[in-house]
């Protein structure tokens, strides 16, 4: 018996029940493709339940056979039947399916049809093409106010690693206010580079500039900076000028609004002095002690206080990296009780900047 096939549309189902309807938030197209056409056999309209199986390829001859669907009994009156495409192999009828051309290939009760039919858009497709993953929409298509709070949710898993990249989110005026789930936990970077809750972040006009946010650094080129840390008595100012103001606006390079702690480290035996220490008190009572001063060359502007705190008659001496000298000597020693020296290097050697006790 012969069979052929006499194709009346191929379209999908949303075009046909909701021709014009406007896409909304939570909308999409239906995973459903509705299948019509006549079947003849030898020159009669086929009658009656006919089983048929539906392939999708990638060409019209040949070519790879991207989705078979489940087997599907269907009833014909004068030739007609429609299908609808959903479930089959290797999964539910998806978009995934159509990222190229593709054509339908049928099989009625075992018998395959010829020639495959190529699958068509329709209208709801064309819409769903243009919100395509990396479509773009035009600002001017964006009404203002209508992107805030109550528009955009992003859930735990709705942003994958990549996905926002180069230029795909961009501020470009106005301030940033950002927080999770309640007022009490906004965005705060504190001053240890910490990322943590309780300060709003603003990003005003032109305050960044493509590129500056990069290698574990923030790189303000030109303006002036002003931040805080929970409170106006702990602001931080950094001017146009590169001047720093830490509790008080800057009128030098570096300007403090209020006492500076700096560290006090005892000794009992010889010690290395390192860029962490300031004041160094030596108890000499036991024996004698050798304090090392650090590379002068490195160190170029550091300032030590050094005193020693005993009555003993054991010296306390400090002393210079070779070649390195103190006020051109090798060393400068401290044989009395509260003997103190405060010494600073200028780069290359280290120098005595006063003494107390001598």
Known sequence: MKI??????????????????????????????????????????????????????????????????ASQALTLTQGVFSAALSAGTPAALS?????????????????????????????????????????????????AGSVNDSHVSL??????????????????????????????KLVQLDESGR????????????AITSGKFGDDRVYISTGAFFGGFNAADKLVKLDASGRLGVGVAPTSALTVGGPISLPIKTVTANYTITENDSTILADASTNIIELTLPDAVAAKGRV????????????????AVDPQLID?????????????????SDGSNWIVISILGF
């Open 4 to 69: 052929n096939m006499s194709f009346l549309r191929v379209f999908l189902l949303a075009a046909a029940v909701y021709p014009l309807a406007p896409l909304t938030a939570g909308a999409g197209a239906p995973l459903k493709i509705n299948f019509q056409g006549r079947l003849a056999e030898s020159g009669l309209a086929a009658e009656g339940s006919k089983t048929f199986v539906f392939k999708i390829y990638d060409t019209s001859s040949g070519g790879n056979l991207v989705w078979t669907s």
């Open 95 to 143: 978009t995934a399916v159509f990222s190229g051309a593709r054509y339908v290939e049928m099989t009625v009760d075992g018998v395959t049809l010829a020639p495959r039919q190529e699958m068509m858009s329709a209208p709801y497709a064309l819409v769903a093409q243009a919100l395509a993953p990396d479509a773009v929409m035009p600002s001017a298509t964006i009404a």
């Open 155 to 184: 859930t735990t898993a709705a942003i994958n690693s990549g996905k926002f990249g180069d230029d795909r989110v961009y501020i470009s005026t106005g301030a940033f206010y950002g927080g999770f789930n309640a007022a009490g």
């Open 195 to 206: 990322l943590g809750e309780g300060i709003i972040p603003v990003l005003t006009t032109a």
């Open 304 to 319: 030590y206080t050094v005193k020693k705190i005993d009555d003993s008659v054991n010296g306390v001496s400090a002393i």
């Open 328 to 344: 051109g000597a090798v060393d400068i020693s401290f044989y009395l009780q509260w003997n103190t020296a405060v010494l600073q």
